[in-house]
Each structure stands twice: as structure tokens, then as C-alpha cells.
């Protein structure tokens, strides 16, 4: 019932035609240097978090969201992804700076991955940030959801490569987090017909658990099997302990099982009735 996450990369899934002129090795050195020049920063910012007041720190999440606002809008002259990138590790270490989170909250998750998506909707690991930070922690899951739709609208089968991944995490925000079992039943459906389609190694079993999740909501809209099947993709995707301990919270109230394998994975059984 698990499934391969998505590859971790923010470039191999882009478009060479993007990068004509831009060495995708200069892209990558780039934007190396920025997260290690980012590190001593996120740990400095935790430090002031401690101390700041929430007052403050309400202020900065303020001034960030017209920074934000302003990148929608502003022209990147061709650098998008780069831009998206840069982006995507502010949110991380917005994201990461859990004494500030604490005091405040997580509303700018989903203006971030405007940003991200907005620019480069082939960055298929945001989509599972977005929803573990907008669905799941900010508690805006309408947003993540209509981020995600938009962002999917730009995709086609294997463009990029594994671009099926996006519609199984649009399925899982959908039922878990809207409630809409119908609208998971589409996108799941359409994640097993663009896994048919690909040539990736292992697509063909993501094809068929993306069907037998879709089956499942088509008999049954309540379906606890469907909803186990759907946060044991959340637990797989899990990148911190809070997510980890709410996938698995979930998993065991609809009546499902969660054992760790020795090899650090998760053998989970389903609920015995449906």
C-alpha cells in the first residue's frame, strides 16, 4: 500500500529548452552556495525566535507576505526556476524555524508555493510540500488544493517524468482534507492513466494502486481502506515528526495497522472492514 515517493530534485525535471543558455551545472552550483550560505542563517533566526515576541514575529510574517506578493508579479526575465528554487528555500526556512511557528503559525506556506508552482509547476516534490504545509499545518487545504490544480493544469503525461505523483497527492488532499471523495476518485483515476503512460520503472504499480484506491472511493465514497491507502502515502512522504505521527494516529483510528521493517520502511494493514 505504499508508494514511491518522488524523486528529490529541483532540476532534472524541468525542460532543457528552459536553460538554453543557463548550464544546468552553474544553476545547480548556484543554488548550492545559497543553501549553505542559508544554514548558519536559519540557525541564527531559530535563535531570535526564541526570543522574539509573537508581536514581531507577526510583523516579519507581514512583511514577508508583501515580499511574497511582490514575487508573484515581478517579470524573471527567464530565470523562473531559478526563481521557484530561491523561493523554495525560503520556505524551508520559514518552514523550519519552529520556534517562530510556534508563536505565530503557517498561513504563508501556501503564498510561498504560489510562488514555486506559479513559476515552475514541473517541481514535483513541491507538491508534497504544499500539502503537508498548507493542508496539514497552516490548515488550508481549499488553497492547497486550487495551488495544486493550477499548477497541474501545465502538466501532460511524463512532462516532466513521474508528473503522476502530482495527481496522487492532489487525490490524497482532496479526500483526507476536503472530504470530497469524488473529486479524489477523478484525480487518483487520472494518476493511474498517466502512470499506464510512462515508461519509469515501478509506474506500472503505481497505476494499479492509483486504480484500486479509485475503485475503492467508486464503492464506497467513505471508504477506510481508501482513507488508510491515502495516509500511508502521507506516512511515506512523511519528512518530519509531526506529519510521521499524524499519518500514523490516522492510519490506526480507521482500524489500520503500522509495523516499522527493519529496513526503515512501513508494512501497513488495512482496516478489516471497510
Known amino acids: 500500500m505504499q508508494s514511491a515517493p518522488p524523486s528529490e530534485r529541483l532540476h532534472s525535471e524541468r525542460s532543457s529548452s528552459e536553460r538554453r543558455w543557463i548550464p544546468a551545472s552553474i544553476v545547480l552550483l548556484c543554488?548550492?552556495?545559497?543553501?549553505?550560505?542559508?544554514?548558519?542563517?536559519?540557525?541564527?533566526l531559530k535563535t531570535q525566535s526564541q526570543s522574539a515576541t509573537a508581536e514581531s514575529l507577526r510583523r516579519s510574517a507581514d512583511q514577508e507576505q508583501v515580499r511574497l506578493t511582490l514575487l508573484k508579479k515581478i517579470p524573471a526575465f527567464g530565470f523562473?526556476?531559478?526563481?521557484?528554487?530561491?523561493?523554495?528555500?525560503?520556505?524551508?526556512?520559514?518552514?523550519?524555524?519552529?520556534?517562530?511557528?510556534?508563536k505565530t503559525d503557517f498561513t504563508l506556506s501556501p503564498d510561498y508555493f504560489e510562488v514555486v508552482l506559479g513559476r515552475d509547476p514541473y517541481f514535483l516534490s513541491a507538491y508534497t510540500f504544499l500539502s503537508t504545509?498548507?493542508?496539514?499545518y497552516a490548515g488550508l487545504p481549499?488553497?492547497?488544493?486550487a495551488i495544486a490544480r493550477q499548477g497541474l493544469s501545465s502538466l501532460k503525461p511524463n512532462v516532466p517524468p513521474e508528473s503522476y505523483y502530482a495527481w496522487r497527492q492532489l487525490g490524497i488532499d482532496e479526500l483526507l482534507f476536503l472530504g470530497d471523495a469524488q473529486a479524489a476518485k477523478r484525480s487518483f483515476e487520472t494518476a493511474a492513466s498517466w502512470a499506464r503512460q510512462s515508461s519509469v520503472?515501478?509506474?506500472?504499480?503505481?497505476?494499479?494502486l492509483s486504480q484500486k484506491t479509485a475503485a475503492f472511493l467508486a464503492n464506497n465514497p467513505e471508504s477506510k481502506t481508501a482513507q488508510v491507502a491515502a495516509w500511508s502515502?502521507?506516512?511515506?512522504?512523511?519528512?518530519?515528526k509531526r506529519t510521521h505521527d499524524t499519518a500514523i494516529s490516522k492510519i490506526e483510528a480507521l482500524g489500520g495497522r503500522v509495523a516499522l521493517?527493519?529496513?526503515?520502511?512501513?508494512?501497513?494493514q488495512p482496516p478489516t472492514k471497510d
Not at 481549499?142 to 488544493?145: A, H, L, Y
Not at 520503472?201 to 494499479?208: C, H, M
Not at 502515502?233 to 518530519?240: F, G, R
Not at 521493517?261 to 501497513?268: D, E, K, L, S
Open 233 to 240: 502515502m502521507v506516512l511515506t512522504n512523511a519528512s518530519d
Open 133 to 136: 504545509s498548507s493542508a496539514l
Open 31 to 44: 543554488l548550492t552556495l545559497i543553501g549553505w550560505i542559508q544554514l548558519p542563517q536559519l540557525e541564527r
Open 261 to 268: 521493517q527493519p529496513n526503515g520502511t512501513f508494512a501497513i
Open 201 to 208: 520503472p515501478g509506474s506500472d504499480r503505481v497505476a494499479a
Open 80 to 102: 523562473d526556476n531559478v526563481l521557484a528554487d530561491w523561493t523554495f528555500l525560503s520556505f524551508l526556512q520559514y518552514f523550519g524555524d519552529a520556534p517562530a511557528r510556534a
Open 142 to 145: 481549499e488553497r492547497s488544493v
